[in-house]
C-alpha cells in the first residue's frame, strides 16, 4: 500500500488544492488481501484506545524514541496518551520528515516540480486503453477529464488516490505529525526536519516518466478500493501490529526503483542521521512515516547494523 511510504511534503500542496494528502497510490484492498493471506493474519478491528508501536535506543547519555506516523487520519483518534505522551513529554527535541514551510512558499515549490514542463497534455502520454480507464476514473470521481492534464502524472497520481479518503472524512491536518507539531510548539522545543520539501517532492519529480505512468495506471485500477485499504492500514497501526503492517506497505513496493527511493535509500540516510545523533546527549522524539518502521529494510533494521538496537516499548 503505497500511501504510507510517501514524504510528507505531500500533504501540505494537496490540502490547499484538493483538501488532500499525501500519496501516490496504494494497493488498498488488493494489497492488503494479499498480505493478510501471506500472514495469516485478519485485518485488525479499529480499538477504542489506539496505542501503536512505539521503539527506544539509548545508550549512556542520549536517548532516541522512534514512533511510526500515519500521515492522514480522521479526527477524534486518542492515539496520544500513555507511553506515547510519557515519550514525547520526556524528550527535548521532536524530529520529523519535513518541517512545514509557509503555504505560499510550498505551492511555489509543488508548481515548479508538479506541473509538467514538456508541453504534452498528461492524457496524451497514456496509450487509448488506458486514457479511456484515466478518463472513466475522473468521471466517476465527478472531476472533468481535463482536470490533471498540465500534471506531471506522479503528481496526478497524488490527487487522485487522495480524493476517495477526503470524501470519507479522512482530514489532511489530523495527521499524526500535525498533533505532535503542535505539542512541540507549545513547549517550545526544537523541531528537527530529516528532509526537506524540495526533497521530498524531488524523490517522485526525479523518477523517470514510464514509471511515474505506471504509478498513474495503478492508482486508477485501485481508485475504487482506497478507503477499505486505508482502514485496514490504520487499524493496523492502532493496534501495533507491526508485522502485518509492514507486509501491507510492502505489498505495494514490488517496483525496485520506488522501493529504492521511497524506503531503502531514505531510511540508510536516517539511519546515518540517528547514528551520529547518538554521539550528543540528550533525548530525541523521532517520527516518520510508519511503512519505514517495518519490514525487512526497516528504520531499526539498519541501525542494528550500525550496532544500535532498538527496544520496543510495551505499553
Same mark, same amino acid.
Given at each position: ?107 511555489? $515549490? ?78 517550545? $522545543? ?126
Amino acid at each position: 500500500m503505497l500511501r504510507h511510504w510517501l514524504p510528507k511534503a505531500l500533504l501540505l500542496p494537496l490540502y490547499l488544492t484538493l483538501t488532500a494528502c499525501p500519496a501516490v497510490q496504494q494497493e488498498a484492498a488488493s494489497a492488503s488481501d494479499k498480505a493478510v493471506t501471506e500472514t495469516a493474519h485478519k485485518p485488525a478491528v479499529m480499538p477504542a484506545d489506539p496505542d501503536p508501536a512505539l521503539w527506544v535506543i539509548r545508550d549512556r547519555d542520549t536517548t532516541i524514541y522512534l514512533f511510526g506516523t500515519i500521515h492522514i487520519l480522521k479526527p477524534g483518534m486518542s492515539w496520544f496518551d500513555e507511553a506515547v505522551k510519557e515519550s514525547f513529554d520526556a524528550s527535548d527535541e521532536l524530529v520529523v520528515e519535513m518541517i512545514k514551510p509557509d503555504p505560499a512558499v510550498m505551492v511555489k $515549490i509543488v508548481t515548479e516540480l508538479g506541473i509538467d514542463k514538456t508541453g504534452v497534455s498528461l492524457r496524451d502520454k497514456l496509450t487509448p486503453e488506458d486514457r479511456a480507464d484515466y478518463e472513466a476514473a475522473l468521471i466517476k470521481l465527478n472531476l472533468p477529464v481535463a482536470a490533471f492534464d498540465p500534471l506531471d502524472p506522479w503528481f496526478a497520481s497524488v490527487n487522485l488516490s487522495i480524493l476517495p479518503l477526503t470524501r470519507t472524512g479522512y482530514q489532511a491536518d489530523q495527521g499524526v505529525e500535525d498533533e505532535l507539531l503542535a505539542q512541540a510548539a507549545a513547549r517550545a $522545543i526544537p523541531i528537527t526536519g530529516l528532509e526537506t520539501p524540495e526533497q521530498q517532492l524531488g524523490f517522485f519529480d526525479n523518477l523517470p516518466e514510464e514509471v511515474q505512468i505506471r504509478f498513474l495506471n495503478f492508482t486508477v485500477d485501485t481508485i475504487d478500493e482506497a478507503v477499505d485499504g486505508m482502514e485496514i492500514m490504520v487499524a493496523e497501526w492502532a493496534n501495533a501490529n507491526v508485522d502485518a503492517l509492514g507486509e501491507l506497505m510492502n505489498a505495494g513496493l514490488e517496483d525496485r526503483i520506488l522501493y529504492e527511493t521511497l524506503l531503502v535509500n531514505r531510511n540508510a540516510n536516517w539511519a546515518e542521521w540517528v547514528d551520529q545523533r547518538m554521539e550528543k546527549p540528550g533525548t530525541v522524539f523521532l517520527a516518520v512515516g510508519a511503512g519505514h518502521l517495518a519490514g525487512e529494510s526497516s528504520l531499526q533494521a539498519l541501525l542494528a547494523k550500525k550496532g544500535h538496537v532498538a527496544e520496543r516499548v510495551k505499553y
